[in-house]
């Protein structure tokens, strides 16, 4: 049984790039400790098709298919969450996307494409939500980073620059909602296997070159982010703001 600190009873959740992957795996955990859910990606099948695999499991789950990177897309989808499904409580902006190449034949486009995704994503329905959350002097909101918040990686730079933003963002989102009684807090995975990574983890060389580099020893798995989220999603994390929570298996801790 959910102890009442961490209980998520009663509580709406948005979760952005929730379609698959980390955000499914995080919305599928929150679902799991009493929230209701709302799932978001640009795909209305890939949302449709895990908001229904919830429902069978007999969590309340929603769907909103938005874009992150389309400012007037977002307003309007929160506005109607808002009034057509109830007060957003927990907001985890998930949503992002990578592109490999060398730095110097980076493409403009993919370049931009991060930024939109990565940071501005963030910005847009941070801010959309937060508007709501500060009328009422409560809210959780949780954004994704990684370990390139902290540490670069040859051929994503860019990534590892929109991550970086993202962990000061956080810190920003903080310095101006903490005071109408806001949390806002980001998780920074580790490597976890999901689509955006899949050549990764099928690199042999790459691959023991991670498991040699991180102190657990290993790839992390997606449910092992859960427990990080439900804690900066509950009551459990009322004084902790404007922090970055490591779920690495070590890797920053370490060179
Ligand atoms: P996936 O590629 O598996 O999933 C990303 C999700 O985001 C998809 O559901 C996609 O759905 C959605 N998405 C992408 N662009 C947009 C957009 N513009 N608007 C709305 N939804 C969008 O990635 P992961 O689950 O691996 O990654 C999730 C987050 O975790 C990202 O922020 C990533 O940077 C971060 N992360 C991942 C790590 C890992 O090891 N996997 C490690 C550290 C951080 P659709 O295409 O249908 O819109």
Known sequence: MTAPLFSLEGRLALVTGSGQGIGLGLAEGLAEHGAAVVLNGRSAESTGNA???LRRRGRTA???VFDVTDFDAVDE?????????????????NAGIQHRAPLDEFPEAEWRRLIDT????????????????IARRRGKIIN????????????????????????????????DWARHGLQVN????????TALNEALFEDPEFSTWLTQRTPAGRWGNVDELVGAAVFLASDASSFVNGHTLYVDGGVTATV
């Open 186 to 193: 980001a998780i920074a995975p580790g490597y976890v296997r």
């Open 77 to 93: 989808a929160v506005e109607r969450i808002e009034r057509d499904i109830g007060p957003i409580d927990i907001l985890i902006n």
């Open 118 to 133: 990565n940071v501005s994503g963030v910005f847009h329905v941070g801010k959309a939500v937060a508007r709501h959350m």
């Open 51 to 53: 908001a229904g695999a």
């Open 144 to 175: 994704i980073g990684s370990v390139q918040s902290e540490l670069a990686r040859p051929r994503i730079a860019p990534y590892a620059a929109t991550k970086g933003a993202v962990r000061n963002l956080t810190r920003g989102m903080c310095a």
């Open 62 to 64: 929603h769907v909103a």
